[in-house]
Structures are given as C-alpha cells and as structure tokens.
C-alpha cells in the first residue's frame, strides 16, 4: 500500500482490500455507537470552535457519538454550535487559574476523574483542538493520556497536546518506555504542521531527526502535515535488523489553495474515526492497517477541501469543508453499505 498517493489510484481489486482494512461495514446489524464513539478532549474558555470542528468532522466522516470534554467556560458555546454533540464540562477555568494551591490540584483530580471515567465507552480520544496551555490543564492532560495509554484506548494528540509532548516535564509520555507491559493495545496517532514537528524535534530529538526516531515509543504513527501528508510509523531497531518493510505513505491528494482555521482540527476529526474504525475491525479479526486508515483520512480530508475551495474560492471557511466530508466519504466507501 505504500504505492498509494491519491484516491484516483483506487481502482479495480485495490479499492476493495483498502476497504476492508478500514472502514467497517454498514449493516441493519449495526446499533448506536458501533461505527465510532469519539471523545474530544479540548475547548477552552477562548477556543470553543476547533473541538466543534473536530467532533463535526468525526460525525460527518462516519462516527456514531462524539463527545466533547471541556471547560465548564466552553459548554455552552459548544453546545450551542450543534444538537448532534454531547458537551461535557470537566473542569472550572477559574478554578485552575486559581491563586490557591490546593484548589488548583483539587481541580486537576476532578478533571482527570471526569474525563478518564468515560474512557470505557469511547473507541477513540482525541485530545488538543482548542485545548489552551494553562500549566494545571497540561497537568491534568498528561495524566489523562497516561491512563488511556494503561487502559489501551487509542489517542489522537493534535494542536496543544503536541505542545504538551515538547515540554520536558512530559516527554516520557512520547519516549520508549523501560516497562512496556504497562502499556496495552491502543493506536498512539500525532498530527504535527511543520512548525509542531521541528519543535518536537528540537526537544526532544536534539534537532536530529534520525535521533527522534530511536528516542519515541515505537507504536507511534507521526501523521506530518504540509502540502503533501506524510505518514509514519518509526520501526524499532529490533524490526529494521529483521527486515521488516517501512510503514510510510504520502498523501498527495489534491486539496484547495486557501489555508483556513479549522482545517487541522477537521483533519484530526476525520483521523479519530478511521483510528475507531481500525480499533473496531481489529476485534471483529479483520486484517487492519492504521497508516492506511490516517490515510484514507488525509485524503479524504484533502479531497473535502478541494470540492469546498471550488465553489467557495477565497470565501472558503471550515463549515464549507464540513459540508463536503459526507458526499467525499460516501463516494469512496459506498461499497461497505449493505443495500
């Protein structure tokens, strides 16, 4: 699969066999929540619009559920966006920011109690759109990605949480670990931009590239964004001496000229349905690829921007983009309905 640059190439047999390591099937047996339950761990009292878009994506690319955890400050601007979104306030701004200690430590354990008591019932979490980088919040964050690592749920980290990972304070959250039996199944997906990456290597690969590779967790895929995605899985030492083939595509699906907010956020929201889609044909036993399915997402999600900067030009803004994920989906995985 490594061949694949854009959608056009699937065709004949191939576009069967992505599918099935992909996209789940879409049957009469199906129930509510058996196609993705997606988390959004993110929205702050200033940014309420990019969990918005990341959840919107997630639901529109083909999820079931998407709930987002955020500030109590947030709920209802978020709320307000969409009936489709459950809003959970797992935290109080103003307590976080509080002069006082012990309310501020007190409030870092509600909000990892809040958050990591739902993991059970979410394929996927994915933590950073409109996070914010208040020190408690990156605290509480860092547990809350500890936990789920422990637990085996799959993660996507975009935006702040990618900032999180380049303070030194966090680095062992990204860095191979001695003990890793502590660490079960669970997808690890990073979604850094040019300027995310180089500060994750600066702090933590010594501006080394090659040294970055042998300091991180070896089951992290690196989805690097830029005009053409490019997307990684680092082998271990281990797996390049016994001749195991690079795990690395590149997106280069044609997308639209204009640069809007938003668009990373839908992208991080397309990744998590595909990373719960991977999670879900794992356990049915089907054959899976989780570069393939950051993939299909990238594309998909290029592909969504192309059609909305066709019609909309310099107009374009994100809900343009969202516009477009259902009739762009749809046309690649048509086939996994059963009708």
């Known amino acids: 699969m490594n061949q694949l640059k854009t959608l056009a190439q699937l065709q004949g047999n191939i576009l069967p066999i992505v599918l099935s390591k992909t996209v789940p099937q879409l049957t009469s047996q199906c129930y509510k929540g058996s196609s993705g339950r997606i988390g959004i761990l993110g929205g702050s009292e200033k940014y309420t619009g990019a969990p918005y878009y990341a959840a919107m994506s ?87 990605i500890r936990q789920s690592r422990k637990k085996g749920i799959s993660l996507v980290l975009d935006a702040d949480a990618l900032y999180l990972l380049s303070l030194e304070a966090y680095h062992d959250l990204l860095l191979k670990n001695e003990d890793q039996d502590e660490i079960r199944e669970g997808a690890f997906v990073l979604t850094p931009n040019v300027v995310e990456y180089k500060r994750l290597l600066d702090s933590i690969g010594n501006s080394s590239e090659d040294h970055f590779r042998r300091m991180v967790t070896k089951d992290a895929v690196i989805v690097k964004k830029g005009r053409h995605d490019v997307i ?92 477009e994920i259902g009739a762009v989906a749809d046309e690649v995985t048509n086939s996994t309905l059963d009708i």
């Open 232 to 323: 990684e899985r680092f082998l271990s030492h281990d797996d390049k001496q016994n001749g195991t083939e690079e795990m690395i595509m590149t997106c280069e699906e044609e997308g639209g000229l204009k640069r809007s907010g938003g668009i990373g956020d839908i992208l991080a929201g397309s990744i998590g349905t595909f990373v719960a889609w991977n999670q879900i044909l794992s356990k049915q036993g089907a054959a899976t690829d989780l570069v393939l399915s950051c993939w299909m997402a990238s594309s998909l999600t290029k592909r969504s921007t192309k059609a909305a900067f066709d019609k909309r030009k310099r107009s374009m803004t994100a809900p343009d983009i969202l516009d």
């Open 58 to 144: 997630a639901l529109r690319t083909g999820a079931d559920l998407a709930t987002v955890f955020c500030a109590d400050e947030a709920c209802t601007a978020i709320k307000s966006y969409s009936p489709e979104l459950m809003v959970d306030g797992v935290y109080s701004a103003l307590r976080m920011q509080s002069s006082d200690e012990l309310v501020r430590q007190q409030e870092v354990a509600n909000m990892v109690n809040s958050v990591t008591n739902s993991l059970d019932r979410l394929h996927v979490l994915i933590i950073g759109p409109g996070l914010g980088r208040d020190p408690a919040v990156m605290d509480a964050t860092a547990q809350i």
